[in-house]
């Protein structure tokens, strides 16, 4: 139910927030500094820090499988579609290749894969329940730092949610089988279910937030206290100074 991936490394002994905080500013960095080159660098250092996790291998095979179709959606409309008239570099009937589209193409993709790795860098090094009590120890409110929590392992449980509804109609005679069309018209009827059960899993943890207090004004105590060390601290600032650099850059038009 979660993309949680165990480990010894330091970069899962990290403290959470180090971890969330280095997804954003990478972020920040991504969408803020305009060369193509930058983007590709800062998922390279993501790349890095993953493999000193000792977590790539799961890691590339999460983005090809989730973030793959979206690129070849975003080539596709941008450098066919692009409303540009820049050198063209192939063309097919009334379509035409740019090379403005292409480029913007490349850049809108790059920024995107930061987007999507560098959160998916945050879960697989860091347990659901680590990081909520990580947000609750920073003086988040439990609700809200639920809502982080969950937000962020939304995918990992749509999908099994699926699974299960899939097997289920299987179960009842539901033919998985056969080519891309029937293939695809066998998503419909698991469309309904998916989303009613969504609004179900919604009721259902309302009622157990509060249930568990959540609401409370009384300061909670935790049974387990997050490591925070001075480096970490002092790496945090570090990375939101380098954050605001980006913008400041941004907004003065450095790179452009």
Known sequence: MTFYQFGESAVHRLNPITKLVFAV???IAAFAIS???FPALLWVLIVAVVATAGVLGRFFSVTLKFFLPFLVLIFLAQGLFYPGEGPVIAALGPLEVQQDGLLFATQTGLRLLVL???FLFLLLTTHPGTLMTALVQRGLPPNISYVVSATLQIIPTFRARAQLIR????ARGLALDGGPLRRARTLLPLVGPLVLGAFTDVEERAIAMEARAFG?????TNFE????TTG??????VLWICAAAALAANALGVFS
């Open 232 to 237: 970490q601290r002092v790496g945090r600032w």
């Open 167 to 170: 097997q289920a109609q299987q």
């Open 216 to 220: 409370a004004p009384t300061r909670r």
């Open 225 to 228: 206290v997050i490591a925070d």
């Open 35 to 37: 060369p193509v080159w």
């Open 25 to 27: 500013v990478v972020i």
């Open 116 to 118: 999507v790795d560098a």
